[in-house]
């Protein structure tokens, strides 16, 4: 590790936010509950889980470290944060399509967006040897034959469209048309923006690229809102559903093994989305995850220990008794174990070593045994964010004796 990347680290502790790609790291015990979850990884299922833990006891980190497993293990991962107030609300499969095309990552790359899968699709270096194959056979049907003319294969037209596009535009090392990149980017990122800018996506996406494909369909059918070719929101999300399950298909046919979606602040759908049919809106996406026939892919959802049952207190006190509870009992679950006391010192330890990496100073053992009551003392405090709180002290410890220093 260099002292960059230390450093780095460091400032994200500081705030208590697990790192970007370094959750590894700093990662100890559970080691039967992180076996469990690269078992899942190895084996491709179960298809959903939800990941139960009190709030700061380290919910997001194990999101991020499952994250970090999957890319290891040739996964497309896309992590992303329910925020009923911005773009990101559960109901709206339109905006959850939006934000994993936003968060994706593929191997080996840090930045995060679906433009990084779209040009690992079309990057012959890319294809993995243990999936070239089958990774062959998909282009051969999602292309029609390498016509790509239409697609009867990919389940969203609109994803089919967006990826022929950009193959043109990979061909022409994005220069030619130029800016297309950008554009389809840009849709796929916030596609409830573009439902009345139907002539304009099919002039970009379709028209003006005549000249690379003869699309049989009459330009009517483009702005025919009855069609629905560019729209995500109609017929109950159909084709924000269909664009996600085309997507774990493009990450296959890239090489890669499927998508991972992972979700964090799940209980966002029960305490900022204020409408009661949105709620149940949220509640039954969730059940189509776990489903596994409208997403195919494996997805992972953070709660709280008791999110089921808030779930069932919610509906009732709304007098909502047509859902089907029996629903919520039905979700695969999976608790994790707080850390104890020699867990919180073994964390302690790798915080201490990476500080004096990030700051090239070494840290005496007076230091490093007020570090010690720090997580002797916090481990005998029975708070829901104990985990975040320490490591947040140790940091803060750390920062006070070298400015002293």
Not at 18 to 26: H, N
Not at 32 to 59: F, V
Not at 267 to 276: A, F, G, Q, T
Not at 317 to 333: A, G, P, V
Request: include cysteine; glycine fraction near 4%.
């Amino acid at each position: 590790m260099n002292q960059l990347d230390a450093e780095k680290i460091i400032e994200s502790l500081r705030e208590g936010i697990p790192p970007d790609g370094k959750v590894s790291l700093l990662t100890v015990g559970r080691i039967e509950e992180i076996n469990r979850l690269r078992q899942i990884l190895h084996k491709g299922g179960p298809k959903a889980l939800l990941i139960k833990a009190d709030y700061g006891c380290g919910k997001t980190h194990l999101l991020k470290f499952i994250k970090e497993e999957a890319l290891n293990l040739g996964y497309v991962a896309s992590l992303i944060t329910l925020d009923s107030k911005s773009n990101a609300r559960f109901n709206r499969m339109d905006q959850i399509f939006g934000q994993v095309c936003r968060n994706i990552q593929v191997p080996g790359i840090n930045q995060k967006s679906v433009r990084y899968l779209f040009d690992a699709l079309f990057n012959p270096k890319n294809k993995l040897k243990l999936s070239s194959e089958k990774a062959e056979k998909l282009m051969f049907k999602i292309s029609n034959g390498g016509k790509w003319n239409y697609s009867n294969f990919l389940r969203s037209p609109s994803m089919f469209i967006a990826v022929r596009a950009w193959k043109f535009s990979y061909d022409n090392n994005h220069k030619n048309p130029p800016g297309i990149d950008d554009a389809i980017e840009d849709w796929l990122f916030n596609p409830y923006n573009y439902y009345s800018q139907r002539k304009s996506l099919y002039y970009k996406f379709i028209a003006n690229l005549r000249n690379y494909f003869l699309d049989p369909r009459p330009e009517w059918k483009f702005y025919d809102p009855r069609e629905g070719i560019f729209n995500f929101q109609i017929k109950g999300y159909e084709q924000s559903w269909d664009a996600l399950y085309d997507l774990n298909t493009l990450a296959e046919a890239a090489g890669y093994k499927g998508l991972v979606i992972l979700v964090d602040e799940f209980e966002d759908v029960i305490y900022n989305l204020r409408n009661i049919k949105y709620q149940q809106d949220a509640f039954w996406n969730l059940s189509q995850f776990f489903s596994g026939e409208r997403f195919p892919g494996l997805a992972f959802f953070a709660v709280t220990p008791n999110f089921v049952e808030k779930c069932k207190k919610l509906l009732q006190e709304k007098n909502i008794w047509d859902f089907d509870y029996s629903t919520f009992d039905r979700l695969e679950k999976f608790q994790m174990s707080p850390l104890s006391t020699n867990e919180l010192l073994e964390l302690s330890e790798k915080i201490i070593k990476i500080h004096e990496i990030a700051y090239s100073w070494n840290i005496n053992e007076k230091i490093k045994e007020k570090i010690r009551k720090i997580c002797i003392n916090s481990s005998r405090i029975p708070v829901g964010d104990r985990v975040r709180q320490t490591i947040k002290n140790i940091v803060k410890e750390l920062d006070s004796y070298l400015r002293v220093n």
